[in-house]
């Protein structure tokens, strides 16, 4: 047996959740841009190139997403939803960056804009705890979030200026994120500085350059403690969690979603202890588009 076999049939024996309960409702937009990853913790088909990431998948019901009652309107409570641990990302990770590296370079010119359209469910939001639907347009070139005037929030024509401009070397392009998104907590470690700042990158790639995305994908492959699950986002998709292995000593984690046949990002999540998901979010459109209020 295979490793993709052995994925196959440890996936069918995993509970699958029922999506026609999963709640239509409002969707709410990524702000990752302007919020950064404070903000981001208030807010297929699989590749595995060992038998032992197969065989270390394991089941766990997670709570988190609304759902319909039978009058059709959206209900507080909760929706059993699934994680399968995959185990070490690394593999993954590597065919992510050479799957990414393939793809056709962009073109964007100033005057763009970035439009974008997400989903999120929030469970400490006690009035509206989701989903929630919105659009936004980000400006593709915008001097007021370039030079550091912003911080760390760069804008779209930045990001994919630091993209085009990594070095092929994963310890330098660790170097290169770590001075491009600054530590924000004074107990962050080396390691969880640059995890951070590597899935900051990845989240907010609005605009790719194929290949320095993919050096960005084979410089996490090297951080050890990245791991990699199986869940469902905030819309009801498959998608692969990404996240570090004791990033936060009360065993809560941050949770970068990619999307499992492109490996472009696609979502985030927060998860608190015993799976509890707290913060769910999904992207669902994103494209360049010649001025704002237009939609690809």
């Known amino acids: 047996m295979d490793e993709m076999t052995a994925v196959r049939e440890l996936r069918a024996d995993a509970p699958a959740p029922s999506r ?10 990524l702000q990752e841009t302007r919020r950064g990853a404070r903000g981001r913790r208030l807010r297929a088909d699989w590749r595995l190139a060992t038998v032992a990431a197969a065989v270390a998948i394991t089941a766990a019901a997670v709570i988190g997403t609304q759902v319909v009652g ?32 393939a793809r056709p370079p962009a073109n964007p010119r100033d005057g763009q804009w970035v439009y974008l359209k997400s989903v999120e469910t929030n469970t400490t939001d006690e009035e509206q705890p989701g989903p929630h639907t919105s659009e ?79 050096k960005v994908y084979r410089a996490m492959a090297t951080i050890p403690g990245v791991r990699a699950a199986q869940v469902l986002d905030a819309a009801g998709r498959d998608a692969i969690a990404l996240y570090l292995k004791g990033d936060s000593p009360g065993g809560s984690r941050d949770e970068t979603l990619l999307d499992p046949t492109t490996y472009l990002s696609s979502g985030y999540r927060f998860v608190e202890r015993e799976d509890q998901v707290v913060l769910n979010g999904a992207r669902l459109a994103m494209g360049l588009v010649e001025e704002k209020g237009e939609r690809p």
Do not use: C
């Open 20 to 29: 026609a309960r999963l709640a239509e409702g409002r969707e709410r937009l």
């Open 70 to 101: 039978d009058d059709g309107r959206t209900q507080p409570g909760s929706q059993p939803g699934y994680t399968l641990e995959l185990g070490s990302a690394k593999n993954l990770l590597n065919e992510a960056a050479d799957v990414i590296a």
């Open 136 to 214: 936004n347009w980000i400006k593709y070139a915008d001097p007021s979030m370039e030079d550091g005037k912003a911080g760390d929030d760069h804008s779209p024509r930045e990001q994919y200026a630091f993209l085009k401009s990594l070095p092929d070397d994963p310890e330098r392009v660790r170097a290169e994120a770590r001075a491009f998104f600054n530590v924000t907590d004074p107990g962050e470690t080396r390691t969880q500085h640059e995890y951070r700042a590597l899935s900051a990158i990845i989240s907010r790639a609005y605009v790719i350059d194929p290949e320095g995305l993919a």
